[in-house]
């Protein structure tokens, strides 16, 4: 029979036992207690002066456990009277700022010849030094009715999905506090659009919205986990501030900051998921969960309040929520996007176009279904309309002056350029352009505007008049006859001559005089 310690009764059946003669061996023989437990506590009876036969009062039973109580000192073990030796360094390094931990302790110590256990060092830190040891708790009280809401992920299990595969389930769970009164919402994700569509399934199944939501540091809803600083997730910030509730996230890898919904996860797994045959239709887990934990959990008799939790909320708590949602919320996104030389950011694999004064530096970038807004810090630079994948989305304005159309593509632009340098100019242009693919000839076109600022407006005129005339459309071949006409000038001036431009001639004529075949009449 193994040591234990006995109760008042069962020392009090030990000595009866004794005073009536029984010895140790028959009280161990008749399950009583062991042989050396008996001698232990009849031994501590004599050694304290107690009578046996004269009845046990209640000073004299606990004198005879104090009795037993009080083992012989034993002497230190030898690691524990190295680390004694060494107690004021150990401290020293404990107490620092910032203090090193046991494991950094353990092996510095260890260089310095101290061959201890890491567990010996963590129990001598624990009872001499007071590190690591947990004090008292102290019991919360629970909120006011509709005043918070706990929130936490957790596993359910795994489902098969229709190619046999297994798939990984999670569960948002929502507890009000005060109630008890659950709601569970199956997911395969734990982005920000699950956090916030399982919450606005919380909020309708409980008809109202909690003042506070409390939850843990989840990716989805806290940027930056801090006791005292907590960064919010911008996008979850934007939720909270649309159903009226506060954050409040929870400190790191402290559950006892939301113990209402954390023993939730595995009362639901077991109550609700195990045993069951679920495939991966989340519509029919989530109906299934929001059953269960209407009839089900929010039905049963809780085993801390004693109350039915349904019974409870509808009683309290359900005129204290904040109204419901009756719209669903676009989740916006937020993330950062460098202006490129082109003017243009890339977001979700679309372009949006941005002024030039922003080449080069990082925006913010704010996206949901409808709209991408561009922020320079907390100035709004652009507002486009959400384009998908591929498309982009430009505003002409954002390009510096006059360079628009070069990067807009404007056919008209081009023309109405060429026009102006004459009315042959543009004629040839319209030529040029026509066509199913325009774009693949505006290089010639911006070529013959060069053209024009390079020779002259009526040079270039005369000579897309002549290749209008024989039906020769060609930018290449002008320019060569312009260079062709220009170096015989050049000639001409180093010969000592000089060029006269002489005017058009009296009687001359259109291509049209001199066709040689008349057109037949009447269309034979």
Same mark, same amino acid.
């Given at each position: 029979?193994?040591?234990?310690?006995?109760?008042?009764?069962?020392?009090?059946?030990?000595?009866?036992?004794?005073?009536?003669?029984?010895?140790?061996?028959?009280?161990?023989?008749?399950?009583?207690?062991?042989?050396?437990?008996?001698?232990?506590?009849?031994?501590?009876?004599?050694?304290?002066?107690?009578?046996?036969?004269?009845?046990?009062?209640?000073?004299?039973?606990?004198?005879?456990?104090?009795?037993v109580q009080q083992r012989p000192a034993t002497e230190p073990s030898e690691p524990w009277t190295l680390l004694m030796q060494e107690r004021q360094r150990i401290e020293a390094w404990l107490s620092a700022e910032p203090?090193?931990?046991?494991? &950094?302790?353990?092996?510095?110590? @260890? +260089?310095?010849?101290?061959? =201890?256990?890491?567990?010996?060092? $963590?129990? /001598? *830190?624990?009872?001499?030094?007071?590190?690591?040891?947990?004090?008292?708790?102290?019991?919360?009280?629970?909120?006011?009715?509709?005043?918070?809401?706990?929130?936490?992920?957790?596993?359910?299990?795994?489902?098969?999905?229709?190619?046999?595969?297994?798939?990984?389930?999670?569960?948002?769970?929502?507890?009000?506090?005060?109630?008890?009164?659950?709601?569970?919402?199956?997911?395969?994700?734990?982005?920000?659009?699950?956090?916030?569509?399982?919450?606005?399934?919380?909020?309708?199944?409980?008809?109202?919205?909690?003042?506070?939501?409390?939850?843990?540091?989840?990716?989805?809803?806290v940027s930056r986990a801090d006791a005292q600083d907590p960064g919010i997730n911008p996008s979850f910030a934007e939720y909270a501030q649309s159903r009226g509730f506060f954050v409040d996230p929870a400190r790191v &890898?402290?559950?006892?900051?939301? @113990? +209402?919904?954390?023993?939730? =996860?595995?009362?639901?797994?077991? $109550?609700? /998921? *195990?045993?069951?045959?679920?495939?991966?239709?989340?519509?029919?887990?989530?109906?299934?969960?929001?059953?269960?934990?209407?009839?089900?959990?929010?039905?049963?008799?809780?085993?801390?309040?004693?109350?039915?939790?349904?019974?409870?909320?509808?009683?309290?708590?359900?005129?204290?929520?904040?109204?419901?949602?009756?719209?669903?919320?676009?989740?916006?996104?937020?993330?950062?996007?460098?202006?490129?030389?082109?003017?243009?950011?890339?977001?979700?694999?679309?372009?949006?176009?941005?002024?030039?004064?922003?080449?080069?530096?990082?925006?913010?970038?704010?996206?949901?279904?409808?709209?991408?807004?561009?922020?320079?810090?907390?100035?709004?630079?652009?507002?486009?309309?959400?384009?998908?994948?591929?498309?982009?989305?430009?505003?002409?304005?954002?390009?510096?002056?006059?360079?628009?159309?070069?990067?807009? +593509?404007?056919?008209?632009?081009?023309?109405?350029?060429?026009?102006?340098?004459? *009315?042959?100019?543009?004629?040839?242009?319209?030529?040029?352009?026509?066509?199913?693919?325009?774009?693949?000839?505006?290089?010639?076109?911006?070529?013959?505007?060069?053209?024009?600022?390079?020779?002259?407006?009526?040079?270039?005129?005369?000579?897309c008049a002549r290749s209008l005339a024989f039906d020769v459309v060609d930018v290449p071949r002008i320019e060569r006859m312009l260079k062709s006409a220009q170096r015989a000038e050049q000639h001409a001036v180093a010969?000592?001559?000089?060029?006269?431009?002489?005017?058009?001639?009296?009687?001359?004529?259109?291509?049209?005089?001199?066709?040689?075949?008349?057109?037949?009449?009447?269309?034979?």
């Amino acid at each position: 029979m193994s040591y234990r310690e006995l109760s008042m009764i069962d020392v009090k059946e030990v000595l009866r036992r004794a005073a009536a003669g029984q010895s140790a061996r028959e009280m161990a023989r008749q399950g009583v207690v062991s042989r050396r437990t008996a001698r232990r506590y009849i031994e501590a009876a004599r050694a304290c002066g107690v009578a046996l036969q004269d009845g046990l009062s209640e000073e004299a039973l606990r004198e005879v456990l104090l009795q037993v109580q009080q083992r012989p000192a034993t002497e230190p073990s030898e690691p524990w009277t190295l680390l004694m030796q060494e107690r004021q360094r150990i401290e020293a390094w404990l107490s620092a700022e910032p203090s090193l931990t046991l494991v &950094r302790v353990h092996e510095l110590l @260890a +260089r310095d010849g101290i061959a =201890v256990s890491y567990t010996t060092l $963590r129990r /001598f *830190a624990q009872r001499e030094l007071g590190v690591g040891r947990r004090g008292p708790t102290v019991r919360i009280d629970d909120p006011p009715a509709g005043h918070e809401a706990q929130v936490d992920f957790g596993l359910a299990g795994y489902v098969r999905s229709a190619d046999g595969k297994r798939r990984k389930l999670w569960m948002l769970l929502v507890t009000l506090p005060m109630s008890r009164y659950m709601f569970a919402w199956p997911t395969f994700v734990q982005t920000v659009e699950a956090l916030c569509d399982g919450l606005d399934a919380a909020w309708r199944f409980f008809e109202g919205v909690p003042h506070t939501v409390v939850l843990d540091n989840m990716s989805a809803a806290v940027s930056r986990a801090d006791a005292q600083d907590p960064g919010i997730n911008p996008s979850f910030a934007e939720y909270a501030q649309s159903r009226g509730f506060f954050v409040d996230p929870a400190r790191v &890898r402290r559950p006892q900051d939301k @113990a +209402r919904v954390e023993n939730q =996860v595995p009362f639901v797994r077991e $109550r609700w /998921f *195990a045993g069951e045959a679920f495939d991966d239709d989340l519509h029919e887990l989530r109906k299934s969960a929001a059953h269960w934990c209407r009839e089900v959990a929010g039905m049963r008799v809780h085993g801390t309040t004693r109350l039915v939790p349904r019974e409870v909320f509808e009683a309290q708590e359900r005129s204290a929520l904040l109204p419901a949602p009756v719209a669903p919320f676009d989740v916006p996104r937020w993330s950062k996007a460098k202006v490129h030389p082109d003017h243009h950011v890339q977001v979700a694999r679309a372009l949006y176009s941005v002024p030039t004064r922003y080449l080069g530096r990082t925006l913010r970038v704010r996206s949901d279904r409808h709209v991408v807004r561009l922020y320079a810090g907390s100035e709004l630079v652009k507002v486009h309309p959400r384009m998908p994948p591929g498309k982009r989305s430009t505003d002409p304005n954002d390009y510096p002056q006059g360079k628009a159309p070069y990067a807009t +593509r404007s056919i008209d632009t081009l023309l109405e350029r060429a026009h102006k340098h004459g *009315a042959q100019i543009g004629v040839f242009a319209q030529r040029l352009l026509a066509g199913p693919l325009p774009w693949t000839r505006m290089r010639q076109g911006y070529g013959l505007l060069r053209l024009c600022e390079r020779y002259g407006s009526d040079r270039v005129e005369a000579l897309c008049a002549r290749s209008l005339a024989f039906d020769v459309v060609d930018v290449p071949r002008i320019e060569r006859m312009l260079k062709s006409a220009q170096r015989a000038e050049q000639h001409a001036v180093a010969d000592g001559g000089h060029v006269v431009q002489l005017p058009q001639g009296r009687f001359a004529r259109d291509a049209a005089s001199f066709v040689t075949v008349a057109p037949k009449k009447g269309g034979e």
